[in-house]
């Protein structure tokens, strides 16, 4: 049978004996300058204890922090998969109708398109002023780059080079609110004007009449017009048509199909110079833009 009555200090005399050696401590630390040296060799002797302490700590962080990264991996490599997949799919259906095409442009005597030459570039600084949207890229004029050259990412157009020095060039992207380029409806070729607003998410389709079939979704590629950017790039996408009654134009808004505030890899285009003997074309001195719009050819 167990005593009543345990020997030995009671619980609370422990408190009372730690709480005023913790004063003595503070105390002493106070009043004498070598408990500076104490502390400094006592952290000496307690900092393996706290290592050997934080161990497993630190091995449960990292093995998480290396789980989720490989679940993230993992999810990565399946996406990357099921696009390339999707990709392979749509070559394989791209060839049949590229081999159609052709046929079908040499039964109406047209000029085969070729593809369009280019070069790879990446991105090496951002313009600071919040007010233009402007980058600069790794190529240059030894690279064959020239003033007004189409850039693209990897899902459509980017802008256009401004300035080429020998080995760096700047960009001016579809965002900056002196951006303007002609583009056409995929779905049914009308042809507008879209301007940048000053905002990565947002551009400007102008002057589009109030009766036009545009709809949200509808994508818009590059027309063609002006001789500057090849025709069938995607440009942006068509996300709200706004209908205001009594007014003759709509307001139209669509958004960038590239990713001008993600992408850090660029194609920069070499296409073909415009024929001569087009008339729509040869108007045009080649230039576009907000600040200084087109302007035809014999005019001062």
């Not at 993230?72 to 799919?89: G, K, P, Y």
């Not at 007004?148 to 300035?163: E, N, T």
């Not at 205001?244 to 992408?263: C, H, K, M, Y």
């Not at 087009?278 to 108007?283: A, I, T, V």
């Amino acid at each position: 049978m167990k005593p009543l009555f345990s020997h030995g200090p009671v619980p609370g005399y422990r408190m009372l004996l730690c709480a005023i050696a913790a004063f003595a401590l503070m105390f002493a630390e106070d009043r004498f300058s070598r408990m500076e040296d104490l502390r400094a060799q006592l952290s000496t002797v307690v900092a393996p204890i706290q290592w050997a302490v934080s161990v497993p700590s630190d091995v449960l962080t990292w093995t998480s922090l290396a789980l989720s990264e490989q679940r993230e991996l993992v999810e990565e490599n399946r996406l990357l998969r099921e696009q390339l997949l999707m990709l392979s799919h749509r070559v394989q259906r791209m060839a049949s109708l590229t081999a159609e095409n052709v046929r079908l442009r040499e039964l109406l005597h047209a000029a085969r398109r070729d593809d369009v030459p280019y070069i790879t570039a990446e991105l090496l600084s951002l313009d600071s002023d919040p007010f233009t949207y402007q980058m600069v890229v790794d190529r240059g004029r030894r690279d064959g780059v020239y003033v007004g050259q189409p850039v693209m990412d990897a899902s459509g157009l980017v802008g256009q080079v401004i300035a080429v020095s020998a080995y760096s060039s700047r960009i001016l992207m579809l965002a900056d609110a002196s951006h303007a380029l002609p583009v056409q409806v995929n779905r049914n070729g009308l042809r507008f004007i879209v301007q940048g607003t000053g905002h990565y998410e947002a551009l400007d389709v102008l002057h589009v009449p109030d009766t036009a079939d545009i709809r949200a979704g509808d994508l818009l590629t590059t027309s063609g017009l002006a001789g500057r950017f090849p025709i069938g790039y995607p440009v942006a996408r068509v996300v709200e048509v706004e209908h205001d009654p009594g007014q003759p134009f709509a307001r139209v808004t669509a958004r960038p199909v590239a990713q001008l505030e993600r992408s850090r890899h660029f194609l920069l285009l070499f296409p073909p110079p415009p024929p001569a003997s087009s008339d729509e074309l040869s108007l045009w001195d080649g230039s576009f833009s907000v600040d200084e719009p087109p302007q035809l050819k014999g005019e001062p």
